[in-house]
């Protein structure tokens, strides 16, 4: 079992930066693949970036790409979400999940894939 705790959401304007974190407990946190997820109202949660457990090279949705970055600290266990360029389309409930059956190279992409999950934070950009 793993427990996530999100934070860093907020209100930002369009343009602005945030920088999402994701706090996991216990010892196995370097065997999780991690992902970051988004769901804003009436649409379907998606994936917007995960990094596998070996921490290679990660995953963006397109939407996403070349303005957010993910990264993992295992010593702290921690996963970040460093989110620039930030525009109202971005807004919504940003999600952290845990993937503990992945293979190590790899990110999985779909909600189903994950097995523990955050309870979410909330990201509002106002245009």
């Known amino acids: 079992q793993v427990q996530l705790v999100e934070s860093g959401g907020g209100l930002v304007q369009a343009g602005g930066s945030l920088r999402l974190s994701c706090a996991a407990s216990g010892r196995t946190f ?6 970051w997820f988004r769901q804003a109202p009436g649409k379907e949660r998606e994936l917007v970036a995960g990094i596998s457990r070996s921490g290679g090279v990660p995953y963006y949705a397109d939407s996403v790409n070349r303005r957010f970055t993910i990264s993992r600290d295992n010593a702290k266990n921690t996963v970040y979400l460093q989110m620039n360029s930030l525009k109202p389309e971005d807004a919504a409930v940003y999600y952290c999940a845990a993937d503990a059956r992945g293979s190590s190279w790899s990110v999985r992409r779909r909600s189903y894939d994950y ?3 955050g309870q979410g934070t909330q990201v509002t950009v106002s245009s």
């Open 30 to 35: 370097s065997s999780y693949a991690m992902g």
């Open 115 to 117: 097995d523990y999950w």
